[in-house]
């Protein structure tokens, strides 16, 4: 059985948090000489001269509404890579500790891992890009703390199968990661609805993709109480600047334009996926539950190198094993997705 004091590392275990003015004070008041603010203003038309709510209620609150999923299952971090980071330091003990990963895969945790001084572990994904479940079991011993998961996965844009996950969850008593960075745009459930089911269950998601908010900063990871709880207490007590807070809050209200997005993305989708496939260039394109896909081409750095010579960037993952002379192509505004297979016909 999973026991959360049993992979925590025991600093953290110990840790008092920061506690701040905001925390030690929550009820309203008239006049507030707590926290060594400037009590004048802001030189700002918009005021920001007050510490915003380390906790972020009000965003998740809207947050809870969308998602279904209570307040208190909620971490909020700058982007989805500090919750990642947050993760490793309240988890895995520095050069003893070690994760599992499985490439091809988005590169930050590795990078997350490397910067904490811990071990990656990595069970290649299958041909068809799915997980090897019985080699990543083989990998784990009494050191591995985390295994990450992408679903849909970046770079190869499929979704990972529900059972394999499951079957880690409860075959690992370490945490499970499944990064949904890509969910709103894929024909798969989510697996918030398994969170009750599955204490080790970490579920990340983002607004910085279908949500058109990337330069906002704002991730979100959704798990049990007891984890929620350690990743608070390790966070800056003000992560989430008032600003980012304000901002996201309108920008919640505003569904049924990020969902009307989401159709359009996935119909123009369809659309490129068609065009791009009469090239005789392209060799094969993978099925995708993202907003890009990943073409297999005869030459994909040629490829790179004429788009950008005509303004039109990609991504060259040719030199990433599994994905040897592919580009990965994120789908645009139908003039830019029409843009690029005009260009392509003259390469
Ligand atoms: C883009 C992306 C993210 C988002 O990271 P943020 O820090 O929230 O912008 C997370 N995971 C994956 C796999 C991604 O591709």
């Not at 909620?74 to 500790?97: H, K, Y």
């Not at 490397?114 to 019985?134: E, F, R």
């Not at 849909?152 to 370490?174: C, H, M, Q, V």
Request: aromatic share 8%; charged share 20%.
């Amino acid at each position: 059985m999973f026991d959360i004091n049993n992979i925590l590392r025991e600093n953290i275990k110990n840790l008092k948090p920061y506690s701040s003015a905001r925390d030690e004070f929550q009820g309203e008041a008239s006049v507030y000489l707590d926290a060594n603010e400037n009590a004048f203003g802001s030189p700002l038309e918009q005021a920001y001269n007050r510490y915003p709510d380390p906790l972020q209620m009000q965003v998740k609150k809207r947050l809870s509404e969308i998602k279904s999923i209570a307040p208190q299952n909620i971490f909020l971090g700058n982007g989805s890579d500090e919750a990642i980071d947050i993760l490793f330091r309240s988890f895995c003990n520095p050069g003893a500790n070690n994760v599992i990963l499985v490439p091809p895969t988005y590169g930050m945790y590795e990078v997350s891992a490397n910067i904490n001084d811990v071990q990656t572990k990595k069970v290649n994904l299958t041909p068809d890009y799915q997980l090897n479940v019985a080699g990543i079991l083989a990998a784990v011993d009494k050191y591995t703390k985390i295994i990450f998961v992408c679903s849909p996965n970046n770079p190869t844009g499929n979704a990972i199968n529900r059972k394999d996950i499951e079957t880690l969850l409860t075959g690992f008593n370490g945490l499970v990661v499944v990064d949904e960075a890509y969910i709103d745009f894929s024909s798969e459930p989510s697996f918030v609805q398994e969170l009750e089911k599955y204490s080790n269950l970490v579920i990340l998601q983002t607004l910085s993709k279908a949500w058109g908010l990337a330069g906002l900063r704002m991730g979100m990871a959704f798990a049990g109480v007891d984890v929620i709880n350690v990743m608070n207490k390790v966070k800056p007590p003000y992560n989430i600047n008032e600003a980012s807070q304000q901002l996201v809050l309108q920008a919640l209200q505003n569904t049924d334009q990020v969902n009307a997005w989401v159709q359009q993305t996935l119909s123009e989708r369809e659309k490129l996926v068609q065009e791009l496939k009469e090239f005789a260039f392209v060799q094969h394109i993978y099925p995708s539950d993202a907003n890009f896909i990943l073409a297999k081409t005869t030459d994909a750095k040629g490829i790179y190198n004429y788009l950008v010579q005509h303004g039109i960037i990609v991504r060259d993952r040719s030199k990433v094993e599994l994905c040897e002379g592919a580009l990965r192509i994120t789908i645009g505004t139908p003039q830019e997705n029409a843009t690029l297979v005009e260009r392509l016909k003259n390469f």
